[in-house]
């Protein structure tokens, strides 16, 4: 056995001995080491498909493990400052549904605030948990939803002494936190477990400077999303929970869903990627914030456009700003923010996150290069140059209080019929309908149809958003609860 | 002793020189600069093992990026050169009494500083009072610049490594931007001849298109380059490079040049079939 120390990456160190033993394959997978597919070896790369293996003695069973993994699991808590970390392979969807699960039964309440990604509306569809939203602030002039109001929280706690939990965003897609710590301690005093989607937060459990992460808070549980600011490969995530929560329940919980075919190439490059985080981490992220710093300074130099940092900070729902993040204003040039990442893709060749009614988001990482960053600042300006409009006419805002009258898994699951999405006003969804990116709803099942809604939602497919949701792949059609 | 320098043209071509001395080797925070004294060409500057410039045929591309423009219009007074460490493009320029200002940008001055001490036949007016030296990203200094050049001349490396953004159409956008209503713009325009050259020049050669009233493409023969088939894009707001060429106003200036004429500016125009497919070509 390894000696456990974050220079150690036990998942990757037994697939290098298992390598060198030179097994004979009669298990799955299929293609034996890719010798099966030479197709697939071509395009992969052979170091690849040899370690994509099956669960085995000694590479451990993700379903429960109890050596390599187990330690690589170890390792990364350790580096997190949690008690327990689970590996995830079927993406963080998987370990925001996890952590709803884990908390609440069917019935059961769950507070969180509406701006949350589907993941944890859909967990809500499975479980049968009943949501408490709490309407995140708005910024006026950026028309985008920020973090929760501790007096909000407070109220909506005050309201439903029931609930079980409570779900904080950490950081929003944008970069905005919560006042995470407050929120945790009120929750704690009113025994609520506190839930965090750090899918976007990855990076600060390493970096100096940058907001309070779940578990230093002394959150409950959090989806980490390695594989956005930490580097490992698409699809794979961490679930850390702490204080009380039951590591061996939390893992039942994990299974309902998880594959039990755990891959390899996932679970080895958590491995690897927390190691790295772990030794260098804070140089990491500390290049980030100042290639993020320089971006928005050069930014806000063409005019037009703001991005926008720390001095949005109020004290409350915004409390806290992730500095490594890029978003960009884009309406004061009379583009919205999807318009430009059109632009940015068909004729300029960079492809940035998102773009949504008023921002964009153009994510910055270690793989970054100072050339690449003045393509994208240079194509901004461009675009201001050529296609600069009257901005009026424009949407500005981007949430919408919804009227939820059932549970999101009520309307799912109740009678329902199909109408054109126009003649809808009025009915409760049964669907949800958002733009993916960044997969927010604008409307989940159990909330009524409003006019208001259904022009964001013709607004959206008019400005180029990817929208889906509805079982109607054109969004022209969508399922509505029957009335009686 | 054997010693030969190898530059993979393609992975199926290979173009090497007899080597007598290795001069100078050393890596710089974008690329690796060596240069090495060779039999046949003099001294022989490469950048991550590329040719960049020899001593024997660097008049070749010189002479045609710079005096075309010039003869085309005879009053630049202010002009922005971007790449060209080695010098030789502002050596050129230099030659013109009537320009007043130069600009040059190169990303990386250490190649600047071994270009001056190794090659002065290129570097040697680097000096000259007319002559700004700025080292940063040439993307980054354009888009700062609005109607201010008569002429920029790109003389930049392959459309991978540090010179990767200026092959782009914000690059292209912002020169536009940068130049004054009747501005020039030339381009060094990679190789029509193999296909990993031809896709980056038809790339660039359709943005120029995109920004620019008159387009033309022109070429020289270039030894050292691979293919030793080079093109050079022609691209300006009012200027024709052939209808507007004053042959005896440039003449009676008595420049001495090695390669570049009057004649041969007009006949540099005319290209072959297979480029002229590709440069009309949507990709």
């Known amino acids: 056995m390894t000696e456990l120390s974050q220079q150690s990456a036990p998942i990757v160190e037994a697939l290098e001995r298992y390598k060198s033993m030179r097994v004979v394959p009669f298990d799955v997978p299929g293609h034996k080491r890719g010798r099966g597919n030479k197709a697939l070896v071509d395009f992969l790369g052979e170091q690849c498909l040899t370690v994509d293996v099956n669960s085995m003695k000694p590479l451990d069973n993700l379903t429960h493990p109890v050596s390599v993994i187990r330690q690589a699991e170890e390792l990364a808590a350790q580096a997190f400052g949690a008690k ?19 908390a609440c039964k069917a019935g059961e309440k769950i507070i969180l605030p509406r701006n949350v990604h589907r993941s944890a509306i859909n967990a809500l569809i499975i479980s049968g948990a009943v949501p408490v939203y709490v309407n995140p602030g708005v910024n006026n002039e950026l028309g985008i939803p920020l973090g929760m109001s501790l007096k909000d929280v407070e109220q909506a706690i005050l309201d439903n002494p029931d609930a079980k939990a409570i779900l904080i965003n950490n950081p929003t897609y944008y970069g905005i936190c919560s006042n995470l710590q407050a929120i945790t301690t009120l929750a704690h005093a009113h025994d609520m477990l506190v839930l965090v989607d750090e899918a976007h937060g990855t990076h600060f459990y390493f970096g100096d400077d940058l907001p309070l992460s779940a578990m230093a808070a002394g959150a409950d549980m959090a989806a980490v999303s390695m594989h956005k600011s930490g580097g490992s490969l698409t699809q794979s995530s961490f679930l850390l929970i702490n204080n009380e929560v039951s590591e061996g329940y939390t893992r039942q919980i994990i299974n309902l869903t998880q594959t039990t075919s755990g891959s390899y190439l996932l679970l080895s490059s958590l491995d690897i990627s927390r190691r790295n985080l772990a030794l260098h981490g804070k140089e990491i992220f500390q290049k980030v914030a100042e290639m993020a710093q320089y971006t928005r300074d050069e930014i806000n130099k063409i005019g037009g456009y703001y991005a926008f940092s720390k001095e949005l900070l109020n004290g409350d729902t915004v409390y806290d700003y992730d500095v490594t993040k890029l978003s960009v204003h884009t309406l004061e040039i009379g583009l919205a923010g999807v318009e430009v990442y059109d632009i940015l893709r068909d004729e300029y060749d960079i ?7 008023g921002n964009l988001l153009a994510y910055l990482s270690v793989g970054d290069r100072r050339l690449d960053i003045e393509r994208l600042i240079s194509a901004l300006a461009e675009i201001k140059r050529r296609y600069a409009k009257d901005k009026s006419g424009l949407f500005d805002h ?6 939820v009258v059932y549970t999101p898994q009520d309307a799912f699951y109740a009678d329902k019929e199909g109408l054109p999405i126009t003649n809808s006003i009025g009915r409760i969804s049964s669907e949800f309908v958002m733009c993916y990116p960044p997969g927010i709803p604008i409307l989940a099942p159990g909330e009524r149809i409003t006019g208001e809604i259904l022009s964001y939602i013709e607004y959206s497919k008019e400005k180029g958003c990817f929208l889906t949701g509805t079982e109607d792949r054109d969004i022209q059609q969508i399922k509505v609860v029957k009335e009686s | 002793m054997n010693v030969w320098y190898t530059e993979e043209h393609t992975p199926g071509v290979r173009f090497s020189m007899k080597v007598e001395q290795h001069l100078y080797s050393g890596q710089s925070e974008f690329q690796k600069i060596d240069v090495l004294q060779t039999a046949e060409f003099g001294k022989l500057l490469t950048l991550d093992g590329l040719v960049m410039v020899t ?10 990026i710079v005096h075309v423009p010039m003869a085309t219009n005879p009053s630049i007074k202010k002009i922005l050169v971007i790449g060209a460490g080695d010098g030789g493009t502002v050596r050129e320029l230099t030659k013109y009494e009537t320009i007043e200002q130069i600009d040059m940008v190169e990303i990386d001055k250490m190649v600047v500083d071994v270009c001056r ?36 001349i790109v003389d930049s490396t392959d459309p991978f490594g540090p010179g990767e ?65 080079w093109l050079f894009g ?18 009676q200036l008595g420049l001495k040049t090695k390669y570049y004429n009057t004649d041969l500016h007009v006949g540099a125009f005319a290209l072959p079939n297979y480029v002229k497919e590709q440069l009309n070509d949507d990709e």
């Open chain 1, 84 to 102: 327990h970390a689970f590996f995830m392979v079927n993406g963080t969807t998987s370990a925001v549904q996890a952590m709803v699960m884990t």
């Open chain 2, 117 to 152: 001490e190794y090659i002065p036949l290129t570097a040697s007016k680097l000096d000259d009072p007319r002559v700004n030296l700025y080292y940063e990203d040439g993307l980054k200094f354009v888009r700062n610049k609005e109607n201010e050049y008569d002429l920029i």
């Open chain 2, 55 to 64: 001593e024997k045929d660097e008049f070749i591309y010189h002479d045609m």
């Open chain 2, 234 to 251: 022609f691209a300006s707001k009012k200027f024709d490079p052939i209808n507007d060429l004053d042959a005896n106003a440039w003449n």
């Open chain 1, 351 to 357: 492809q940035i996150e998102f773009g949504d009614i």
């Open chain 2, 165 to 229: 953004g200026l092959f782009t159409k914000e690059f292209y956008g912002n020169c536009y931007k940068a130049l004054k209503e009747d501005g020039i713009l030339v381009n060094q325009h990679e190789s029509p001849f193999y296909d990993e050259y031809s896709h980056p020049m038809q790339r660039a050669h359709k943005r120029i298109v995109e920004f620019f009233p008159i387009t033309h493409v022109y070429q020289a023969h270039i030894p050292t380059y691979p293919s030793g088939h």
């Open chain 1, 398 to 403: 981007e949430y919408i209080k919804p009227q």
